[in-house]
């Protein structure tokens, strides 16, 4: 299969290597007659991410097709986030086809939630969270599974909030004493120790307790020792970072083609 595959290794003394996929930013823009006043923006946006993604070979369902078949050869499949650009029958029905009987964990993205990019708000996600995650399997808020004696987080970081249950959910898997690999949409990099963070948080409608909970949790994602490295999208191109003495890494677009490939031995 065709993909422009990001290759990550990372060593933490596994007895065997466990080989991980990564897939984020499949951004679905479909419509049909059920969301008709959405059908023509949808085209444009098909257009502007086919411009983004240079003119590749496949939209974007063909690769996510493509990059679930492609899943078997790997031990584990995480998605995190922007599987739909906005919010419409097409997109969830199609999203769910494809994943449905597939093995994956899902953390949401920014989009999962939007009626039109630009439009979000903690109101809009609150109200739709339990239609969104019917189409996915697991829980979209933060999941973890132990694999090959790592254990993989994948947690909705979409708005740059993390709540108390994630950060609780996390502390009990550090309790098990085995080295964790966190994903999540927005790089952590850019998690709301910033002034920017702050800002977009307070203008997406989150209380001041809320946003010292983010920091508070970002902290200590930062400063846990067990937690080894970070692996995010929403950029939509390939970056690395060293955060605080940890790597971490974003992968482009499955709009594009990329997808990450990981081995950790
Ligand atoms: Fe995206
Ligand atoms: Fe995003």
Redesign the pocket.
């Known amino acids: 299969m065709n993909f422009d595959s990001n290759k990550i290794e990372l060593h933490l003394g596994l007895e065997k290597p466990v080989r991980i996929l990564h897939l984020t ?1 499949i951004h679905l823009s479909l419509a049909d007659d059920r969301n008709e006043n959405m059908i023509q923006y949808a085209a444009g946006r098909r257009n502007t991410f086919f411009k983004e993604g240079n003119f590749p070979e496949r939209d974007p369902v063909g690769y996510l097709e493509d990059a679930m078949e492609y899943a078997k050869d790997f031990d584990c499949t995480v998605i995190t986030g ?1 599987m739909v650009d906005f919010v419409t029958y097409a997109n969830y029905d199609t999203a769910a086809k494809i994943l449905a009987g597939k093995d994956y964990l899902f953390c949401a ?3 999962e939630f939007t009626p039109k990019p630009g439009t979000d708000s903690m109101e809009l996600k609150r109200g739709s969270w339990d239609y969104i995650q019917s189409h996915f399997r697991g829980n979209m808020h933060i999941e973890s599974r132990i694999v090959g004696g790592v254990n993989i987080i994948a947690a909705d970081n979409g708005f740059r909030l993390w709540t108390k249950e994630q950060l609780d959910l996390i502390k009990g898997e550090v309790a098990r004493g085995l080295p964790i690999l966190l994903f999540c ?1 927005v790089p952590i990099a850019n998690e709301m120790m910033t002034t920017e963070g702050k800002d977009s948080a307070r203008r997406l409608g989150y209380t001041e307790e809320e946003i010292l909970q983010s920091v508070e949790t970002a902290q200590y994602l930062r400063d846990e020792p067990m937690i080894k490295a970070f692996f995010a999208g ?1 950029g939509h191109h390939n970056q690395y970072w060293d955060f605080h003495g940890k790597p971490s890494y974003m992968t482009g677009g499955l709009f594009k083609g990329i997808l990450g490939e990981i081995t950790v031995d």
Request: charge should be negative.
């Open positions: 930013d922007d993205g920014n989009h949409h929403h």
